[in-house]
Structure formats: structure tokens, C-alpha cells
């Protein structure tokens, strides 16, 4: 089976850092956090990667080039400007004809994902979604007010829980048909066009198994991890 990887985005919210390494080739540890997204794939059953480039593409292309000294075939669909998570995808459409995995190359993924396959398969799903667990609590209260305008109660900064997309996907390639080429085109949009047409659209829930490399802070506790892993060197 496929995987694609979403590795072209300009990665602002870790500049300076990304002014002259892209995200998914930031260091965690004693290798690249897209090198991690790989290994993790392979274990999970994956034996070809699509990597979708743009943002420094030379830099990630230099490093990994065939994918033979990682044991694993890569290669690469290259658009001229930074798209979208769904308009990224697109770029690879010509490399898909089969079921598919897809994730975001800026994310570090630690579950099962054999098993999210097997229940991809199982469900005859168009689309599977790994979701996560997650509670926030909210920087403000709340105020309920009722139609009369009479106050009824003072929520003080509650916390609220729901699901979260995590970025990690098993697609059908008919997908790909849902999003407009060399357009700007989020996955919201595709998958929530999907489920207008009454596809099948399925949840994979996790606990745990995911660090999110979202900003500095994330970045840097996420390399505190891996550094500790590592041991003393």
C-alpha cells in the first residue's frame, strides 16, 4: 500500500526556524521528524511514499532522493506554490490507483495503523479519520442568558471536550475526484463535500499516539522528548 505525505507547507508558525529548513526536516532526536513519519509508516505495513513537495523541496528531496537507504520506495509530486492540505494532495493523483493512506508531514503519529486499515476495509469506507480525544479549557466564563434576558447561571472558564482531526487519513482514490486541480483546496472542504454526497465517512478513535508539531512551543517540548530517548551522547 500507498502513503502520501503532505510535506510542502511554508511552516510560519516555526519561522525562524523553517526560513531555511522546511518543517516536515526540522530535527527531532537524532533524525528529521519526516524521517520518523516514514519509519512509522513502514512499520505500519506501508512499502511506497508519496512525498507531496514544494516550500524548500531540494532539501527534502537531497536527503531522502529513492527511499532505498530507508528501505522503502519514494517518490515525489512537486507543485509550483505551497496548496492547501487537499490541493497538496491532488498534486499525487496520478501516483494513486488503489486504497491509500495520507498524512500531514508535520505531525508525529504513534498508534495502530494497521489496525485503522483493517477498519477502513471492514466498514467499505470512502474515507477513515483519526480522531483524538481532547478537552481544552476555555480562557473565558460563560454567561447563560434565557429568551427574557434573565442571567441563569456563571460558567467559569469551563472546559469543553469533543474529537479532533489529527491529520492522518485511509482514502479510496475516487477521492481525489472531489478536489479542483491547482486550487488552494482544504481537506475540510473535501471531506465535508463527501458527506454531502452521502459517502462514507468514518471515525478511527485514539487516546494517545500523537504529538502535534504545530507551533515553537510544541516543536521544542516535542524535541525534549525525543532528545530524552535518546539518552546521554
Request: with cysteine; net charge positive; charged share 25%.
Amino acid at each position: 500500500m500507498k502513503a502520501v505525505i503532505l510535506a510542502g507547507g511554508l511552516g510560519t508558525r516555526l519561522q525562524p526556524y523553517t526560513f531555511f529548513i522546511p518543517k516536515p526536516m526540522l530535527p527531532l532526536g537524532n533524525k528529521p521528524l519526516l524521517e520518523h513519519i516514514i519509519e512509522w509508516l513502514k512499520s505500519g505495513g506501508i512499502d511506497e511514499v508519496v512525498l507531496c513537495v514544494s516550500y524548500l523541496h531540494r532539501t527534502i528531496e537531497d536527503y531522502f532522493e529513492d527511499g532505498a537507504r530507508f528501505g522503502i520506495g519514494i517518490e515525489y509530486a512537486r507543485s509550483e506554490r505551497p496548496l492547501a492540505t487537499a490541493g497538496q494532495l491532488k498534486t499525487a493523483e496520478k501516483l494513486l490507483n488503489d486504497t491509500f493512506v495520507c498524512v500531514y508531514g508535520d505531525s508525529v503519529y504513534e498508534f495502530n495503523l494497521q489496525r485503522m486499515i483493517k477498519e477502513h476495509f471492514s466498514a467499505r469506507a470512502f474515507v477513515s479519520m483519526a480522531l483524538l480525544s481532547y478537552t481544552t479549557k476555555l480562557k473565558y466564563g460563560f454567561i447563560d442568558v434565557n429568551s427574557s434576558g434573565k442571567v441563569t447561571a456563571w460558567r467559569e472558564k469551563p472546559e469543553i471536550s469533543g474529537l479532533i482531526n489529527i491529520g492522518c487519513y485511509v482514502m479510496e482514490p475516487e477521492f481525489l475526484k472531489l478536489v479542483p486541480k491547482s486550487s488552494s483546496f482544504g481537506m475540510d472542504d473535501a471531506v465535508k463535500k463527501a458527506l454531502s454526497m452521502k459517502k462514507t465517512v468514518r471515525a478511527f478513535n485514539i487516546e494517545s499516539g500523537f504529538i502535534d508539531i504545530g507551533d515553537k512551543k510544541s516543536y521544542l517540548d516535542a524535541y525534549k522528548k525525543y532528545a530524552e530517548r535518546l539518552g546521554k551522547i
